[in-house]
């Protein structure tokens, strides 16, 4: 048994919260969680929103955020329980002995800064080493981690560097100190998978090579399994299971944890064809005042009742197309037909059942309904805006919309701030499916969502469209979500169609350079697939 | 729903001035333009104020002049929100040469420093309460416009404006249901400021001599018509200073509390 490194017993974290109109009361964030992390282990964390795993992570340097307070256990790191000693001695702890790495590099970075005076900061605060040693470091550090022209990298400026090397800049600044635990909060999950795979590579590699113990936060059971060594499943703040990695992945224990193992094994047979309901001919787009076409030449079918999944990373146009369709952004070239008519380019030109019979259903659910209506508003104001209905026969159709999306019946008065995450995508559905539309247009309806919570609203969307028809243009970055659905599959990169057809014929080989990519960074449940992907890589990149 | 005793305090004290306006000619003790007694005679029995320098009842004074005074404001305040707020909703809303027409003519009056312009304003037309009203609402509209539209653009970015577009709602809707609800809590708290704003600029163009004419009673016409009495140590020129203070806090403890009000997300608004 190697050296414990931190060990947490029995930690108890609470929090007030403030219902309003209500006595305020407190909330138990974690419950009873007992961890131990030995040197040079890393040990993953994962959960669903809510679940407390960053709480934990920040406990483990005796950090609560806003309010949070640690209210029982002991947190022992290096042979003493960080809960006693004083602030000098935590505030010399922290960013020495414990570093931070956050989901979002974009907004922890100083974007006046350059970066390598923010990645030697806490050396120095910290009196670790002296400047030219620590710009030694980071330089060595940023070469580990695969970053261009280590040695210029540093003088760069945040909005300089791509999203996948500001959080791999990150990184080298969380292990510039030497620190002995570093706590990675969902590193990788705003980035696209091609680029995912890359940070995680880069990651696991320099938590190998400079023997440094980890705690690895995320929602995404696929990817800790490539880089912890043991695995603590959470739930509401509760230990659902903990154990090795293998054990977890392949012989996990509680429903729960079988549950995330088993989740997007969704199986979808793709439908035989059809007419197509809606046709975009040859479109080209650009947004106004810029001189660079978004799109270019698209030219896609999708037949009625069925599902075209567009793929691709953020930049390659997939929601401008959404835009495009709607009328948002009229088309420079090119047509778009819609059930056998021509579609107007501009919104303002299409008539009222043109715009029903289009409808859209947004990644944040949060946004995408006013905060000011309640459900019965929402849902209700598209059937009295095309079809007129009010009073009775207007909320016994929304109460039959509200059952359709599995909702029951006390949800009709209440407002959107009170609903889970997983209930208001399900409401704008409802709105969407309101209109009785022909074509819904999902822009990442599910990435905003708790995998077990996607793959409701997956289930939900594929049983809406066996009994009412719709077609859906289905705009996702997410492969495994394209496979539960998907009829049709569009690869977009760069504002074109890599690659397009049914379902079985664009996930087969042979791939083009573009998709093989994309289809190989999408990670597996399983143990040991990120070398054998990168060890397949260097084998093909060798044999050109 | 408990009211706070901030809210309560300042929802006392606004209430009663508004009713003193109100019922003006029902509490005062004389008549407005009556004259009771002497030269600035000190308060006593009958007269709990005192006199004003030509020895009209300073009480009665303060009541008709309350009445004027808060008429005028409210008036106003609710014309320039009225105007401001539709006008930079519309502007956010629409969007282009709108916008740019709207918002660019506003800079243009605002460029302006306020009181001047009234001042010109007002010895040009004929000085009458409707007057007095247009031009100070209108003057004050360019500003409630700014804030309006600024909270505004905030929000027709949001999915929820764009999801009621692609409907085809007309703006009407996308304004008074989508936009208003969201753009209260600012604009409530813009309210009870700009309404004690009014206060002080009708009081202030009073005391100059453009605003309310003699012989009707208002705060700032009080102010000037005593303030002579200031050198021999007669505070009566403080006494409507102390009424604007007074009124100024209550609105604003009320404003404060709505404003927490109309923040909840969960239907507090009740």
């Known amino acids: 048994m190697a050296e414990m490194l931190l060990e947490i017993r029995n930690l108890r974290i609470e929090a007030t919260s403030y219902p309003p109109g209500e006595p305020p009361r407190d909330v138990v964030l974690v419950d009873d969680v007992s961890v131990s992390v030995a040197k040079g282990r890393v040990l993953g964390l994962i959960g669903e929103s809510g679940a407390g795993k960053s709480t934990i992570g920040l406990s483990s340097m005796a950090y609560g955020r806003g309010g949070v307070r640690l209210t029982g256990g002991t947190i022992t790191l290096n042979g003493r329980d960080i809960r006693l000693v004083d602030a000098r001695a935590l505030r010399a702890l922290r960013g020495r002995e414990v570093t931070y790495v956050a989901q979002s590099a974009a907004a922890a970075f100083n974007p006046a800064i350059q970066l390598m005076d923010q990645v030697i900061e806490t050396c120095l605060l910290h009196k670790v080493m002296g400047r030219a040693e620590a710009e030694a470091r980071a330089v060595m550090l940023f070469g580990k981690l695969g970053l261009p022209n280590p040695e210029s990298f540093g003088k760069r400026y945040p909005h300089q560097v791509s999203g996948g090397q500001l959080q791999r800049a990150m990184t080298a600044m969380a292990l510039c100190p030497k620190p002995d635990l570093v706590i990675f909060d969902e590193p990788t999950t705003a980035l696209d998978v091609t680029t995912q795979i890359e940070v995680l590579a880069a990651i696991k590699e320099a938590i190998h090579d400079t023997g440094v113990a980890a705690l690895y936060i995320t929602h995404d059971l696929a990817v800790v399994a490539q880089v912890a060594d043991d695995i603590l499943v959470l739930r509401h703040g509760k230990r659902v299971e903990y154990g090795a990695t293998e054990q977890i992945i392949t012989a996990p224990g509680e429903p729960y944890t079988q549950a995330l193992v088993s989740v997007r094994s969704i199986e979808h047979v793709e439908k035989t064809d059809a007419p197509a309901v809606l046709q975009i001919q040859n479109v080209t787009a650009r947004y106004q005042g810029t001189k660079f076409d978004v799109l270019k030449n698209i030219t896609l079918d999708l037949p009625a009742g069925q599902t075209l999944a567009v793929v691709g990373e953020s930049g390659s146009g997939k929601s401008t197309l959404a835009r495009v369709i709607t009328g948002l952004l009229p088309p420079g070239q090119g047509r778009i037909r819609f059930a056998g008519r021509e579609l107007a380019p501009a919104l303002a030109a299409r008539t009222r059942d043109d715009l029903r019979e289009v409808q859209m259903i947004y990644q944040m659910a949060d946004t995408a309904m006013n905060p000011r209506q309640t459900v019965g508003t929402i849902i209700g104001r598209p059937l009295e805006f095309y079809f007129g209905l009010k009073g009775e026969a207007k909320r016994k159709r929304i109460q039959e919309l509200l059952d359709q999306i599995e909702m029951g019946k006390g949800f009709i008065d209440r407002y959107p701030a009170e609903l889970s995450g997983g209930q208001k995508q399900r409401v704008c559905i409802a709105r969407a499916l309101a209109a009785k539309p022909k074509l819904i247009i999902c822009d990442e309806v599910t990435s905003a969502l708790d995998p077990l919570v996607a793959d409701g609203i997956l289930k939900l969307l594929l049983a809406l469209q066996a009994a009412e028809g719709v077609a859906y243009l289905f705009i996702t970055h997410d492969l495994a979500t394209v496979r539960a659905i998907a009829d049709r599959i569009a690869v977009m990169y760069r504002g074109e169609v890599r690659r397009y057809g049914a379902k079985t014929d664009v996930l087969a080989p042979p791939f083009d350079d573009y998709t093989a990519l994309l289809l190989s960074s999408v990670p597996e449940m399983k143990m040991g697939w990120l070398e054998g992907v990168l060890e397949g890589r260097r084998m093909a990149a060798a044999g050109n | ?270």
């Open chain 2, 1 to 270: 729903m408990r009211i706070p005793i901030s809210a309560l305090v300042g929802l006392f004290f606004t209430g009663a001035f508004f009713l003193a306006a109100i019922f003006a000619p029902l509490i005062a003790p004389y008549g407005m333009a009556e004259i009771v007694g002497g030269v600035w005679d000190p308060a006593s029995s009958t007269h709990w104020l005192g006199t004003d320098a030509i020895g009209r009842d300073l009480l009665s004074r303060m009541i008709y002049g309350g009445q004027t005074t808060i008429f005028v404001a409210s008036a106003a305040t609710v014309l320039s929100f009225t105007l401001g707020s539709v006008l930079g909703f519309s502007a956010a809303v629409a969007g282009a040469w709108v916008d740019q027409g709207l918002s660019r003519m506003v800079d243009l009056v605002m460029a302006i420093p306020a009181l001047i312009l009234a001042l010109v304003i007002l010895s040009v037309l004929p000085v009458t309460l409707t007057v007095l009203i247009l031009v100070m609402g209108l003057l004050d509209a360019t500003r409630v416009f700014r804030l309006a539209r600024a909270v505004a653009v905030d929000i027709t970015v949001m999915d929820y404006v764009e999801a009621a577009r692609l409907r085809g709602e007309g703006w009407a809707w996308i304004i008074f249901r989508e936009i208003l609800p969201n753009a209260l809590s600012p604009l409530v708290a813009e309210l009870g400021l700009r309404f004690i704003f009014a206060v002080l600029f009708i009081s202030t163009l009073s005391f100059l001599g453009l605003g309310v004419q003699p012989p009707l009673a208002d705060w700032g016409g009080i102010v000037k018509e005593n303030s002579s009495g200031l050198v021999y140590g007669i505070p009566a020129a403080l006494i409507p200073a102390f009424a604007i203070a007074a009124l100024a806090i209550s609105v604003n403890l009320v404003a404060d509390w709505v404003l927490s009000r109309t923040t909840s997300l969960k239907g507090g608004r009740g």
